[in-house]
């Protein structure tokens, strides 16, 4: 290596520690080509919902199991239209049967109710305050003796164009990184030689993100999200 190599590989090692691990990940000078990374990051809120409702019954035998079912499905339904949830908005699916003593093996499985019966209520709606008000008072049910079980996600519906967006987005940021360390090289960007997209990840507006590595799980439960893109481009350098 001659010394102006190494004084500009010098510079380059100085240009990583100004602009951290976000912005770069290789400078290849001798090669005349440079790798950046560019991130974009949104921060939205969520325009649609699916709630779900699982109800559970029991009985001796099945007749009394599809009754207590029925009956409790009605109270829900009934439950729903109060609270000003539309008949479009749900899909009632068809109750599951499961048998206690062909399936259960527990020492205590003769002392239960034979049979259990599912059910489950699905909702979907972009209608967000209206399901957020039923859902809080969804313990009327638990207190008219109703087993059931509720799960709130949300959604962004336009997901995929905000994606080609954030893309274009973390592109350009790539770019301007790469420009901005060519300049500080002496040397000039000439043109991309690869882009590589990478993660494009949805997560909790609170979220703590990590450069390596952010809980993903909760994100459907969040309201408010925070969705982060980072592209990684290859530029070729003026020799």
């Known amino acids: ?73 009605d109270t829900v339904l009934k439950f729903l239209k109060k609270e000003g949830i539309k008949d479009e908005e ?42 957020e008000k039923a859902q809080e008072k969804t313990t009327e049910l638990l207190e008219n003796n109703i087993d059931i079980e509720n799960n709130f996600r949300y959604f962004y519906k336009d997901i995929a164009k905000l994606r080609i967006d954030m893309i274009k987005e973390a592109t350009l940021d790539s770019e301007n990184r790469a420009n901005t360390i060519a300049a500080t090289l002496n040397t000039q960007v000439t043109g991309l030689r690869h882009l590589h997209t990478g993660r494009f990840a949805i997560y909790a507006e609170d979220v703590s993100i990590t450069q390596d590595y952010a809980s993903e799980w909760t994100e459907e439960k969040s309201k408010k999200k925070r969705i982060r893109i980072i592209v990684t481009g290859t530029y070729n350098l003026k020799s």
Do not use: C
Request: aromatic share 6%.
């Open 90 to 131: 749900i899909t009632n699916q068809s109750p599951r049967i499961e048998d206690r003593y062909r399936w259960g093996s527990g020492s205590n499985e003769k002392s239960l109710p034979r049979f259990r019966v599912f059910n489950m209520i699905t909702i979907k709606t972009q209608r967000l305050e209206q399901a």
């Open 1 to 73: 290596m001659n010394i102006q190599n190494l004084v500009i590989g010098t510079v380059a090692i100085a240009v990583v520690g100004f602009i951290g691990h976000k912005g770069i990940e290789t400078i290849k000078q001798n090669n005349s080509y440079i790798t950046t990374n560019g991130l974009s990051d949104r921060y939205v809120v969520s325009d649609s919902a699916i709630w779900t409702l699982q109800i559970a019954a029991e009985g001796k035998n099945i007749k009394e199991a599809q009754e207590k079912m029925k009956a409790d499905t």
